[in-house]
């Protein structure tokens, strides 16, 4: 039987699912590593993110923005992806952010070449962290990856993971229906238990023994998919895995902030993680509490358009 933990092919810096900006000369450059980082997504699924950066780095300032104007992102056009995308970096950038993560799996499949190109701070994905732990964690070569269907027909988890390793086999399956299940907040119903089985099916039959869940709404229903694959197959959570990609680049661009967590006046405590959305701020507010390991005290609406 052939081994599948060898050392994975090295990815250029400049290809596209790692695609970050390294010391480009230009004035708007943040170089300062108490600016905040920029995170976005579609709508709520990016919080499952910002829980592990707020985790992984608690002396860190967010600025998050959810598009729930506009979701769900799986469903749109790439050409729209990119559009919207531009737009968010550009309201992003209007609160001095030091980086930005698109906490989206379609939108990093659609939208990090150009989100990065046009940018002077390090711009991530959640692709990439996640393909690599999957090809390192498999033990048969058999790698199940479920999203969106936009995700899913990008086809960017198969030819991340074959660049790194072409012996792998890849299967996909698109799993729509459990983004409006977390987002009614049926986290343990037998609802979500019910269609978890019938779509994991498919790649029970396969023998994936590592399976990516490759849209940032999936972790917040990881017991119910672990228990339908079973204990043998590996979950890879890109939120998890991502957070340390973050504070790997940042700590690589001398951007990580080191200052004490309770640093500042009270003031600028209050306003360490700041939320924005496009449309239905009270219902963002209320899921964030759920999920979040910090209180959220405020979330702002904003026209999105405007930018």
């Keep these: ?3 599948y933990n060898t050392p994975v092919r090295p990815i250029p810096e400049q290809d596209p699912v790692k695609l970050y900006v390294m010391h480009r000369d230009s004035m708007g450059f943040v ?6 980082i920029g995170i976005f997504d579609s709508g709520i699924g990016g919080l499952t993110v910002t829980r592990e950066i707020m985790r992984a780095m608690p002396n860190e300032r967010l600025v998050y923005f959810g598009d729930t104007a506009r979701l769900p992102y799986g469903a749109k056009s790439p050409e729209t992806v990119v559009r919207f995308s531009r737009q968010i970096v550009r309201f992003l950038r209007t609160k001095g952010v030091k980086a930005v993560v698109i906490a989206c799996n379609t939108a990093s499949s659609h939208a990090l070449e150009t989100l990065a190109a046009e940018s002077d701070v390090p711009v991530v994905g959640v692709i990439y962290a996640a393909a690599l732990t999957a090809v390192q964690s498999t033990r048969n070569g058999r ?3 479920i999203g969106t269907r936009g995700t899913v027909t990008s086809e960017i988890y198969r030819q991340v993971i074959h ?3 072409p012996e792998l086999q890849v299967f996909q399956k698109a799993c729509p229906l459990f983004v409006p299940l977390v987002e009614e907040g049926m986290f343990h119903d037998s609802v979500t238990e019910e269609i978890a089985s019938r779509y994991l099916q498919e790649l029970k039959e396969k023998y994936v023994d590592t399976l990516v ?3 940032t709404h999936y972790p917040l229903i990881r017991s119910t998919i672990q228990r339908v694959m079973g204990d043998s197959v590996t979950l890879v959570n890109p939120a998890y895995e991502t957070a340390r990609e973050v504070k790997e680049i940042l700590g690589h661009e001398g951007l990580l902030n080191t200052a004490a967590a309770d640093a500042g006046s009270p003031q600028e405590q209050s ?3 700041r ?6 701020a ?3 507010r209320d899921f964030a509490a759920a999920i979040l390991p910090e209180e959220v005290k405020d979330t702002e609406k904003i026209d999105i358009e405007a930018y």
């Design 1 to 3: 039987m052939a081994s």
């Design 31 to 36: 170089r300062d590593p108490s600016a905040p």
């Design 143 to 145: 790698v199940g990856i």
């Design 163 to 165: 660049q790194m390793n």
């Design 213 to 215: 869940l490759g849209c």
């Design 271 to 273: 306003r360490k993680y």
């Design 275 to 280: 939320f924005y959305v496009s449309d239905l």
């Design 282 to 284: 009270a219902n963002f």
